[in-house]
């Protein structure tokens, strides 16, 4: 294997607060048994920061790579390989990890278009894997 291989990618903002919250999954033997035949690509993008998180859950491991938000065109699933995407403001996703925001207001801001999903079903294989922190 050459050095580029072995070199860690370097995980910057946003995605480095969620890679830090999912860590502890990687040794969590549920997650491992439950999601061993997953592979798939979750696109989290809060817009007022310079990168986005991309979860990766590759046959029981799970993985999270900083990608730049800017230009929006590098976002785009033919370019990543995304399976389903999140977009929001960092506030949002605060308010929603520390269940300050209803369902109703969720819905609220999903019909503002300040909430943009694409991929719902394979979103709530993403909040299965957040169940599993608890």
């Given at each position: 294997?050459n050095?580029i291989?072995?070199?860690?990618?370097?995980?910057r903002?946003f995605a480095?607060?969620?890679?830090?919250s999912?860590a502890?999954?990687?040794e969590n033997?549920?997650f491992k048994k439950?999601?061993?035949?997953t592979?798939l690509?979750?696109l989290l993008?809060?817009v007022?920061v310079?990168?986005a998180a991309l979860i990766?859950?590759?046959y029981g491991k799970?993985?999270?790579e900083?990608?730049?938000?800017?230009p929006k065109?590098?976002l785009?699933?033919?370019?990543i390989?995304?399976?389903?995407?999140?977009e929001?403001d960092?506030?949002t996703f605060l308010?929603?990890?520390?269940?300050?925001?209803?369902?109703?207001?969720?819905?609220?801001?999903?019909l503002?278009?300040?909430?943009?999903?694409?991929?719902?079903?394979?979103?709530?294989?993403?909040l299965?894997?957040?169940?599993?922190l608890?």
């Amino acid at each position: 294997m050459n050095a580029i291989n072995l070199e860690e990618k370097k995980i910057r903002g946003f995605a480095g607060i969620i890679a830090k919250s999912l860590a502890p999954l990687n040794e969590n033997e549920k997650f491992k048994k439950k999601f061993s035949g997953t592979n798939l690509q979750f696109l989290l993008n809060a817009v007022n920061v310079n990168f986005a998180a991309l979860i990766i859950i590759d046959y029981g491991k799970l993985r999270v790579e900083s990608i730049p938000n800017k230009p929006k065109e590098s976002l785009k699933k033919k370019i990543i390989g995304w399976d389903a995407y999140l977009e929001m403001d960092t506030q949002t996703f605060l308010a929603i990890s520390m269940k300050r925001i209803t369902i109703i207001g969720l819905g609220k801001k999903i019909l503002t278009r300040k909430v943009k999903i694409k991929g719902i079903r394979k979103l709530i294989i993403l909040l299965k894997v957040f169940s599993l922190l608890n």
